[in-house]
């Protein structure tokens, strides 16, 4: 008798042993891998397109932004953050845009692909208008810009916790970067870095409206309840 109680409860610790638990993930922790996975890939594909421009005879950076060309605006300013003069310059991209867009997406995924648009848009119109006659913008250092702004953003405007600590984080890690929104260094296009910083502002503005709206909006039946009743 003493020997299957022993047993029992061995498979009870065994059962409660969370060591031992083979319980599937949590739909939260699969998506923060499945949300890793696609930055990987992302990043992944970048290196890829470098990879395809230096060995075909197809010159992929022509479709990056031509200032001031109709021709360069689309699709310059969709094509031009997957775009990269070299190994040296994706390279110097890679790991910031790696670990911004991964801490903003694992942060809000929705609002992240809010401001993603805004981000490549403001960035490119900016390299557009101000760049240099004939010259071509490429990069995701626009994208990388807009996306420590973004961040940077969240903290001031939503003033969440969380969102401020994850401020001060970047703030501390990329902060020196924002000397990249000046023309301090030729061929490096300052004006996508600014634009791009000023988009990553502006999408964060644009959601804390959107937040702050959608709140009022359903608060608002309930006061009008509350009204009434007394």
Known sequence: MSDTLDTLHGKEDRMHNPMNDNSPPTPQRRSWTSIALAWVMAVAG???????????????????????SLDGLFPG??????????????????????????????RDIRAFAFALPIIVVISGLGAWLLSGSNSITVGASGVVFGLLGYLLGRGVFLRHISDIAIAVFVMVIYGSMLWGVLPTRPYISWQAHLFGFIGGILAAYLFSRMLQRTSETQEWPGALHSHQAT
Not at 78 to 102: D, E, K, R, W, Y
Request: glycine share 8%; net charge neutral; charged share 5%.
């Open 46 to 68: 970048l290196w890829l397109i470098l990879f395809a421009n230096a060995v075909t005879p197809i010159e992929f950076n022509q479709w990056g932004i031509t200032a001031r």
């Open 77 to 106: 300013i969709v094509a031009a953050p997957f775009l990269h003069v070299g190994i040296g310059h994706l390279a110097s991209n890679t790991i910031p845009l790696f670990v911004l867009g991964l801490v903003a997406s694992l």
